[in-house]
């Protein structure tokens, strides 16, 4: 198993660009999370979804989309990139909620926008 | 006074010793809290589940003091490869049922 996989892993942007953070999960998990880690922030949660077709927000989620076509995959969208979006991203994946399952993360994704 | 507060060390301590960290939490009403480890640049990963008094595993131990609304981490007989950052997050009571991460605590583990 591969686990949870992100691409890319690095990423610069400028601002006002869009683009996709990707995030798959082959371990047949439901429960799906976008996380942004940030100093002094800790985690904190963009978007999650609790199946395919089925997603929603999190603590913060202004200025990013989500979607679940499949149960594999859940993709994170940049819709107009800020310097404060500046972070790194996580996307966990977990059998149910996580809030009694161990959530699984993918390596991150490291996105600087200038 | 945040949902989740941890001590963000640094704790430096040399191999083979005992060390332990609080966590407390201001919701009385929360359930269940987990410890996660997240090593330098690396994602967060899952170390110890608490759902009642507390879990043992290894040189791990959790504790989770209702009374005064803590959670402790002990590890035992430190070892290099536990230098890592320990995450403390705990899982609100009610219907969203969010959980909250803390900041974290550093753990240098030194020859």
């Known amino acids: 198993n591969a686990g949870v996989t992100q691409t890319p892993k690095f990423q610069v942007l400028k601002t006002g660009q869009s683009m996709t953070l990707q995030c798959a999960q082959d371990m047949n998990h439901e429960y799906m999370s976008w996380y942004r880690q940030d100093p002094g922030m800790g985690l904190r949660l963009i978007h999650y979804s609790v199946g395919a077709g089925i997603t929603d927000q999190g603590e913060v989620p202004n200025g990013y989309n989500v979607s679940r076509s499949t149960t594999e995959d859940f993709p994170l969208r940049l819709l107009s990139a800020a310097p404060s979006q500046t972070s790194v991203y996580f996307c966990?994946?977990?059998?149910?909620?996580?809030?009694?399952?161990?959530?699984?993360f993918g390596p991150g994704t490291r996105l600087t926008v200038l | 006074r945040k949902e989740v507060e941890q001590d963000p060390g640094p704790f430096n301590v040399p191999e083979g010793a005992t060390v332990a960290f609080n966590c407390t939490y201001s919701?009385?009403?929360?359930?269940?809290f987990f410890w996660y480890r997240q090593d330098c640049r690396k994602e967060p990963k899952l170390l110890m589940s608490v759902y009642s008094s507390g879990n043992e595993d290894g040189r791990f131990t959790a504790q989770l003091n209702r009374a005064s609304q803590y959670i402790s981490l002990l590890i035992r007989d430190s070892k290099l490869s536990d230098s890592a950052t320990y995450l403390c997050?705990?899982?609100?009571?009610?219907?969203?049922?969010?959980?909250?991460w803390g900041l974290g605590t550093s753990l240098a583990v030194n020859p």
């Open positions: 966990a994946s977990s059998w149910t909620s996580p809030d009694y399952n161990e959530q699984f």
């Open positions: 997050v705990g899982v609100n009571a009610g219907n969203n049922r969010k959980l909250i």
């Open positions: 919701n009385s009403a929360s359930q269940s």
